[in-house]
Every structure is written in structure tokens, then in C-alpha cells.
Nanobody, 124 residues
Framework: QVQLVESGGGLVQAGGSLRLSCEAS????????MGWFRQAPGKEREFVSV????????YYADSVKGRFTISRDNAKNTVYLQMSSLKPEDTAVYYC?????????????????WGQGTQVTVSS
């Protein structure tokens, strides 16, 4: 059983930056593809980014491409999401998730473990 704990959320002005972290425990971190998702009030959870087990492959939603960067440190059991040029529409609860599959899925139901989420609020 893998436990995931996100941190790094907060309130930031439009154009600012934040770095989210997600630390894993209870499993072999390097066996999991790791994804970031977000959910705004009244909306469905949506895909943000995913990174492969080794970190060699990444994929982004069009809405964040060029502004967000996903990375991981397998020695620290941690995945990161560096967010820059933030916009008010990026406001949401951000979740990290782990998948046992080698496929880089963008669908939430393909992920096996989830963190509790961290709130990101971008003011205009």
C-alpha cells in the first residue's frame, strides 16, 4: 500500500510560481508512474501531467504545457510539479497519484493510489 502526501500549495498572484511536492511511502517508488491531477469546485478531476518510472518520459495537458514541469527524485521518493506563469484558472486542489502501469495514463481511473490533495489558489 502506497501513501502519498502532497505539499507546497498556497495562495499566489497571477504570474507567480509554486512548486508542489508529493512524497511517497509504503512501496517501491520507482515502480510507479506518477501523475498530477487537479480539481476545481464544481468540475471533474482533470489531468495535469505524468512522468514515467525513470523520469525519462513526461506528458502534459495542453493547458499547462510550457508553464508546468514535472520531475521526480527516486532517491527521495518524491515527485514535483513546478508551476510558473500561474493563471487564475489554475486554481484547484492538486492531487498526485501513482500507477503501477508503465503506460503514461491521463485518466484518473487508471491510477491506483492518491494523495489527499493540496490547494492552489491564484489571485488575479
Amino acid at each position: 500500500q502506497v501513501q502519498l502526501v502532497e505539499s507546497g500549495g498556497g495562495l499566489v498572484q497571477a504570474g507567480g510560481s509554486l512548486r508542489l511536492s508529493c512524497e511517497a511511502s509504503g512501496g517501491t517508488f520507482s515502480r510507479y508512474g506518477m501523475g498530477w491531477f487537479r480539481q476545481a469546485p464544481g468540475k471533474e478531476r482533470e489531468f495535469v501531467s505524468v512522468i514515467s518510472r525513470t523520469g525519462e518520459s513526461t506528458y502534459y495537458a495542453d493547458s499547462v504545457k510550457g508553464r508546468f514541469t514535472i520531475s521526480r527524485d527516486n532517491a527521495k521518493n518524491t515527485v514535483y510539479l513546478q508551476m510558473s506563469s500561474l493563471k487564475p484558472e489554475d486554481t484547484a486542489v492538486y492531487y498526485c497519484a501513482a500507477s503501477v502501469s508503465i503506460v503514461l495514463y491521463t485518466t484518473p481511473r487508471r491510477y491506483d493510489y492518491w494523495g489527499q490533495g493540496t490547494q492552489v489558489t491564484v489571485s488575479s
